[in-house]
């Protein structure tokens, strides 16, 4: 069973920092893209970062500059390091990935069951 298991969110004041881990697992032949959305109340989802295999990023313009996303491929992880972080930022965040199945090599895009990142003023 293919899955990812997010950690890392909590309740944060504006200008602080957090850091969202990610982990893959199951019966993986390799792993594509991963990256992390996010869905705030009454909004629809929205990508925050994405990352190749290769290491090419692609933020969202709302954080540019303040957000990073790195992975290791070795551990099928991910992570997002959120700095100056802004009420605005407030959501769930949910870890995507696109994997690679070991049996009859199969690509599936997998989501993470998300976790609450709260920005206070």
């Known amino acids: 069973q293919l899955q990812l298991v997010e950690s890392g969110g909590g309740l944060v004041q504006a200008g602080g920092s957090l850091r969202l881990s990610c982990a893959a697992s199951?019966?993986?032949?390799?792993?594509?893209?991963m990256g992390w959305y996010r869905q705030a109340p009454g909004k629809q989802r929205e990508l925050v970062a994405t990352i190749t295999s290769s290491g090419r990023t692609n933020f969202a313009d709302s954080v540019k500059g303040r957000f990073t996303i790195s992975r290791d491929n070795a551990k099928n992880t991910v992570s997002l390091q959120m700095n100056s972080l802004k009420p605005e930022d407030t959501a769930v965040y949910y870890c995507?990935?696109?994997?690679?199945?070991?049996?009859?090599?199969?690509?599936?895009?997998?989501w993470g069951q998300g976790t609450q990142v709260t920005v206070s003023s």
């Open positions: 199951g019966t993986i032949f390799s792993v594509n893209a």
């Open positions: 995507n990935a696109d994997l690679v199945t070991s049996f009859q090599r199969r690509l599936r895009e997998v």
